[in-house]
């Protein structure tokens, strides 16, 4: 067992467990155990365990993200200041202001990425899972929890025709629809990478304020939001159809989530926010209560936007011409 497969076992038997968990759940209560619908459930029931223990970590994120925004004229600020500078001590310098500065406001850019992190080995370890199941029916073998007829089971089972350990770029096993495979595995692709476009686009538009949006970070982020569904779309040739199921379920809680947030917690500046208030205008209701969160967010929003309105209203004083000597 190589350092990879060392570091991926217990993952592999956490995801199998919830698998076989929610497997033997659904047949209990009357699905068949051989059915491609029941393990199809059994992934979804796996998505969601995961990202319901994940909330804690997207509070976090959520947080850290508004953070970073808020953060971004200061950041210019940094850039400019050592703008030209190459030296080492220079980046040395810059280096300790940026972190100084993320530890003052309690974030930093590592903190926005935590919930893809941490979901990464529970998909790694799901494709192993699925990826050596047909190796292991012919074998008789488990894989993690699951038992050989298990296995087997999965193997053999399908949706609409498409056995759910077939991929789109590695064949069907015996049996398999070949159509059904290719128009599947492409349906799934596309809403995989939709949803993820999707729930990028709709932070960007409607809940974050228009310094944020001018800031060079979210220039990287406009590139990040064409790159990843691309990436994504290419590498889900290669992903079984329970990999497919998974991943297009964890967009969609993900775009739902983002959907919630944004229009119940937006971000103080952003366009959503001033549609909240005036939905809440409408109804004849105040305006919703800051949390502390928020109320942070709110304060540095204005002074930052207090700070830009300053620099702008200051004069340039003219300077004087030398005037030529007669």
């Known amino acids: 067992m190589d350092f990879f497969e060392t570091i991926m076992f217990p993952f592999k038997w956490l995801v199998s467990i919830i698998m076989v968990g929610f497997h033997e759940g659904l047949t209990a209560i009357g699905l068949p155990e051989a059915s491609g619908w029941t393990w199809t459930l059994s992934i979804i029931g796996l998505v969601l365990v995961i990202r319901a223990a994940l909330i804690p970590v997207f509070v976090k994120q959520i947080k850290a993200q508004r953070g970073m925004q808020l953060l971004q004229p200061d950041l210019k600020k940094l850039q400019d200041k050592y ?32 919930p893809m992190l941490i979901q990464m080995p529970f998909f790694f370890a799901l494709f192993q899972v699925l990826s050596g199941i047909s190796t292991n029916a012919r074998e008789g073998e488990g894989v993690g929890a699951m038992s050989p007829e298990q296995v087997v089971q999965f193997d053999q089972s399908s949706i609409f025709g498409a056995p759910l ?12 629809n070949v159509v059904a ?12 990478t939709a949803s993820q476009f999707i729930t990028q686009k709709q932070i960007m538009a409607k809940n974050m304020s228009a310094e944020a949006m001018a800031s060079p970070f979210m220039r990287q982020q406009k590139m990040m939001l064409y790159i990843l569904p691309i990436v994504f779309g290419i590498g889900g040739i290669n992903f079984p159809i329970g ?28 366009p959503a926010a001033k549609a909240l208030a005036e939905r809440r205008a409408a109804k004849g209701l105040a305006p919703a ?15 930052a936007a207090a700070a830009a ?3 702008k209203s200051q004069r340039v004083q003219p300077q004087r011409k030398n005037r030529k000597k007669k």
């Open 83 to 114: 703008k030209g500078k190459t030296d080492q001590l220079s980046r040395q310098a810059m280096a300790q202001e940026q972190m100084a500065m993320y530890k003052k406001h309690g974030t930093n850019p590592f903190s926005a990425c935590l």
């Open 289 to 303: 209560p800051l949390t502390g969160a928020q109320k942070a967010d709110a304060e540095a929003a204005e002074a």
């Open 309 to 311: 309105a300053a620099a």
């Open 165 to 176: 350990s077939a991929t789109l770029l590695h064949g069907t096993p015996p049996g398999g």
């Open 243 to 270: 990999v497919l199921i998974y991943w297009t379920t964890t967009n969609l809680w993900t775009m739902a989530q983002q959907f919630f947030v944004i229009r119940r917690m937006p971000t103080p500046g952003s």
């Open 181 to 192: 495979v290719w128009i599947l595995s492409i349906v799934m692709i596309l809403a995989m």
